[in-house]
């Protein structure tokens, strides 16, 4: 059976990506994000409230995603994230090498078969 | 949706959330715990009942130190660490011999640390109250002992100085490499 510590890391080290990925179509809350990589991914990313928001406030800090509050018809206010440029940058070399990363995992998967 | 007392549920478990983020300053706190309500709103709506939706939500603790990790200290823990710094550049006043370059090495290695931990901001701070209180004890030494405490060589004098100087600047550099470092770095996935 599978460690699920090792799942867990193989999971970790794409969240940062699924995150800023959600982003490219336009401007989303939290809640929204959690529910859109879950659909997305069929319920293997199912990212945690503890995961899910320091991560956004880092990716803020570093200047991918800047944030604006915005209240919605219901008068709820809502924290929007939006991909800056340097972020849509950084996203795309981080998924050309991700491509790269997958690529070379499955040929060495193919070989060992 | 959410009566008076599913709204009492979710500012009971937000307190303890904002509880839990004692370092942090208010203003990021604020920042935080309204996300986390707007999340909690959701959630219950999504679930059906607040009940339902805190059993999904991760203890406070581990909320709390998951934040840690990307804002660093707030006002609060500064003023301690600054008050550790200079509690410990009291002991490297050059009167106290071969202790105090000792002591004062150790400084240089909390002030740093306390930068990289906490930020350039309060590394800076820390530096900056402890080289004021060791030059302070110093000159209080002259003045109100001078028999005892002879003024030093200019040489001496100097060194003193540069050396009380500098905390400050190693504690906003180290911190300011930090940040250029991961600033700096490709995103990691």
Request: net charge positive; with cysteine.
């Amino acid at each position: 059976m599978l460690n699920p510590e090792w799942t867990a890391e193989l999971k970790k080290g794409s969240i940062q990506l699924c995150i800023m990925a959600t982003l490219l179509k336009g401007r989303k809350y939290g809640f929204q994000m959690i529910k859109e990589i879950r659909d997305l991914s069929k319920g293997y990313f199912d990212l945690k409230e503890g995961t899910l928001y320091p991560a956004l406030h880092r990716l803020e800090q570093r200047g991918y995603l800047r944030s604006e509050w915005v209240t919605d018809e219901g008068g709820t206010p809502k924290k929007y994230y939006v991909l800056t440029d340097e972020g849509r940058k950084a996203l795309a070399a981080a998924r050309a090498e991700w491509d790269r990363l997958t690529r070379a995992v499955r040929i060495v998967l193919e070989a060992g078969r | 949706m959410t009566g008076p007392s599913a709204d009492a549920q979710i500012e009971a478990y937000l307190g303890r959330v904002r509880k839990a983020m004692l370092g942090l300053s208010s203003g990021t706190k604020d920042g935080i715990i309204g996300e986390l309500r707007e999340h909690l709103t959701e959630l219950a709506r999504e679930n059906g009942s607040v009940e339902a939706a805190l059993q999904q939500m991760e203890q406070p603790s581990k909320l709390a130190r998951g934040f840690a990790d990307v804002y660093g200290y707030g006002p609060g823990f500064a003023a301690v660490l600054a008050a550790g710094g200079t509690v410990l550049s009291l002991l490297t006043v050059p009167s106290l011999g071969g202790l105090s370059v000792l002591v004062l090495l150790l400084l240089y290695a909390y002030c740093v640390l306390v930068s990289l931990y906490g930020g350039k901001k309060i590394g800076g701070l820390c530096g900056l109250s402890a080289g004021i209180a060791r030059a302070a004890l110093v000159a209080a030494q002259w003045y109100m002992q001078p028999g005892v405490f002879a003024v030093p060589e200019t040489g001496a004098l100097v060194l003193f100085a540069l050396g009380s100087a500098l905390l400050p600047v190693a504690g906003v550099l180290a911190g300011e490499a930090k940040q250029r470092y991961i600033k700096g770095r490709p995103l990691e996935f």
